[in-house]
């Protein structure tokens, strides 16, 4: 009600998978139909699934319905933006990771198909592992930070950087990061410099 997007009522990290599990495929609302933009799995219950379909209903209820009616009035947003992406794309398919979501197909030919999926945990369903780290060609080291939400990344990266200081140049891709303790980032910004900074904090 705040309208605030960092004003949350959270669940502890021990109990995402209770609420915030979810389908290896990511959802947009594009021209008012919620398409699947991407399968990230082979798992054979996701077998015809493509890009380009459009989400009829979930669990039986038409799928605008249900965004307003179970997943609308639990986000915080700062702006009707937000709002679209948090609901349409980060929260539509969420819940419980051992109850799987009936959703309803139409390809571009109106082709209707029925699937039961089930949800994965949090970065299993984004298709990524919080940390990843390799070398490119030119002795550059490619560090992508796929999660802030959790505190292993540290960790991950910690045990690389005797490897990732030895190269000329770093590369931080941030791209697929969907937040979490900001703490995560200081604590890598940390080994980057060898002087002190200001945090919000």
Not at 19 to 37: N, S, W
Not at 167 to 177: E, F, K, M, P
């Amino acid at each position: 009600l705040l309208r605030d997007a960092h004003t949350n009522v959270s669940s502890p990290y021990e109990l995402v998978d209770e609420f915030y599990a979810r389908p290896m495929i990511e959802t947009a609302l594009i021209e008012g139909k919620v398409l699947i933009l991407r399968v990230n799995s082979d798992d054979p219950r996701l077998e015809g699934i493509q890009p380009g379909m459009e989400i009829v209903s979930i669990d039986g209820i038409p799928v605008k319905q249900y965004a307003e009616q179970y997943v609308i009035p639990l986000l915080s947003s700062s702006t009707p933006q937000d709002l679209e992406v948090r609901a349409y794309s980060y929260f539509l398919l969420a819940g419980q990771k051992d109850k799987p979501v009936k959703l309803e197909l139409r390809d571009e030919e109106g082709n209707i198909l029925t699937k039961v999926v089930p949800r994965e945990s949090c970065c299993e369903a984004k298709g990524i592992q919080p940390f990843e780290f390799k070398i490119l060609d030119g002795n550059i080291a490619y560090v992508k930070l796929n999660s802030f939400a959790d505190s292993s990344v540290v960790k991950s990266f910690e045990d690389a950087f005797e490897v990732i200081a030895k190269t000329g140049a770093l590369i931080i891709d941030l791209r697929d990061n969907g937040g979490g303790n900001s703490g995560v980032g200081w604590n890598i910004l940390g080994y980057l410099t060898d002087k002190p900074f200001k945090t919000l904090r």
